[in-house]
């Protein structure tokens, strides 16, 4: 297939018409924020007829300059800062074009441990390998952190390799321009770029995707067990001492050949189940054997700030339009974290009852006063001399308050059903089915 698509990889392809015209909609389908240019999606979609022209005309004839990238800086989960480039829409729909034209050029010879921005590919599909590793009996991980990789790639030796398989040389000097695009920082200072791959690009996954190539097909080479997700690199071995060998020769290669990185600090040889991998951990159960996916501290973490940033203690709108928000979160959560195991579904029950409790002290306190409440939990079925009971009993804060006999039967699992909150434990539960479904009995015939 690589073969037979190699020969339409020319700039005339990249500057088709319809080409560009599903680039934009592929744009539009990401969002995003407007570039420097201040032009947003929706100008850009007003004038598209009056736009294209132009640009088909401008890239055939080389004319075409990318606009300036903008910076700005986003909190990393393990701490510190990762840069993103937002480049002008004009300039999306031109990588992407790019992207339509070189992806099916490359993917097919991409390895198969490396599941990070290709068709048919996941975080996923990469836990799914990981968990078989383990199954095999690898269970030392030795994880690889590329310090700042997509600032530190080689352009020339990124385009020297692309050389190899795209014979337009038009589109490899586009390519570079869009590389050399000079950067607008946030206090609006501009400043050139030597190396590095704009991270927030269309073009950047698979560009990440060609460099890195060369690592999974040596470690191919070498016989390692690995996964790769992005820049997330693991490899599996039998032994720590094993680790440490690979750990050497890896990082070997990755800075001589690749000129790149490793984070010596972030990097470590590992059991799984104490190792951060997209947001998962890996551990293989004591009692049983089987390969457990569980949650990584760091994801836990972020979903408790979540909740509390989504139920504030000072709410000030309905409930309905609270639970809308959590809803919606929490299906997207769910729809990621859907492949951790059974070994985590009490984790599940915990931060269900720490949502609802959550939702209950926010409606206590805009029911404000000791007589509404009482008068609400009374219309709710809970007893008069239960309510009064826990209204009564010393000064309590609307947390206190939130987890007593009264208002626990006052504002059942089923009060925030009935408004729309869904369980974690009842999505997952829908989610694996396998786990649950009981088994029909088969009797011996004969």
């Known amino acids: 297939m690589g073969g037979d698509w190699s020969a339409m990889v020319t700039l005339e392809e990249v500057a088709r018409e319809e080409n560009l015209r599903e680039a934009f909609r592929r744009v539009k389908a990401n969002k995003g924020a407007p570039g420097p240019d201040r032009q947003t999606i929706t100008l850009v979609e ?24 903008r910076r700005v ?18 300039d999306r729909i031109v990588g992407q074009a790019l992207d339509n034209v070189l992806g ?31 199954e095999d009996g690898c269970e030392i991980v030795v994880d690889f952190d590329l310090e700042k990789f997509f600032d530190r790639v080689n352009r020339q030796r990124l385009l020297d390799r692309m050389s190899q398989r795209v014979k337009d040389r038009r589109i490899l000097r586009l390519i570079g321009k869009m590389l050399n695009a000079k950067v607008v920082l946030p206090d609006g200072v501009v400043i050139e770029t030597v190396e590095g791959v704009p991270q927030g690009g269309p073009l950047s996954p698979l560009l ?5 190539d060369e690592l999974d097909w040596e470690m ?3 016989g390692y067990r690995f996964v790769r997700y992005a820049d997330d690199t693991n490899v599996y071995v039998h032994s720590e001492r094993a680790g440490k060998r690979v750990m050497a020769s890896v990082t070997r290669f990755i800075e001589k050949r690749l000129r790149l990185k490793v984070n010596a600090s972030k990097s470590a040889v590992a059991k799984p189940e104490d190792r951060h991998f997209l947001g998962f951990r890996l551990r293989r159960d004591p009692l049983e ?3 457990e996916v569980l949650l990584s501290k760091r994801s836990m973490e972020r979903i408790k700030e979540r909740i509390r940033a989504l139920t504030p203690r000072n709410w000030g709108q309905s409930l309905r339009a609270c639970l809308r928000g959590l809803t919606a979160y929490m299906n997207g959560w769910m729809g990621f974290f859907q492949i951790i195991t059974e070994a985590e579904r009490r984790l599940l029950a915990t931060l269900d009852a720490h949502i609802r409790r959550r939702l209950r002290a926010i409606l206590l306190r805009q029911w404000k006063t000791k007589r509404t409440i009482a008068r609400r939990l009374i219309r709710l079925g809970v007893r008069a001399n239960t309510v009064w009971k826990a209204l009564q009993t010393g000064r309590k804060s609307w947390w206190a308050l939130s ?44």
């Open 46 to 69: 007003d004038h598209l007829e009056e736009l294209l022209p132009k640009l088909i005309r401008a890239l055939l004839e080389e004319t075409y300059e990318p606009g300036l990238i």
């Open 73 to 90: 800086w986003l909190p990393k989960p393990g701490g510190g800062e990762r840069g993103l480039g937002i480049p002008d829409v004009v």
């Open 104 to 134: 099916p050029l490359y993917e097919p010879t991409f390895h198969l441990n490396s599941h990070g921005f290709i068709t048919g590919r996941s975080c996923h599909t990469a836990i799914a390998q990981a968990v078989k590793y383990l």
């Open 208 to 212: 990440s995707n060609i460099v890195l």
């Open 220 to 222: 191919d080479r070498r």
């Open 289 to 291: 054997g089987d390969v």
């Open 403 to 446: 987890h007593t006999p009264a208002v626990d039967r006052g504002l059942r699992n089923a009060y925030f059903a009935e408004r729309g909150l869904i369980s974690l434990t009842e999505r997952w539960d829908e989610l694996n089915p396998r786990f649950h479904a009981p088994q029909q009995l088969a009797l011996p015939l004969g």
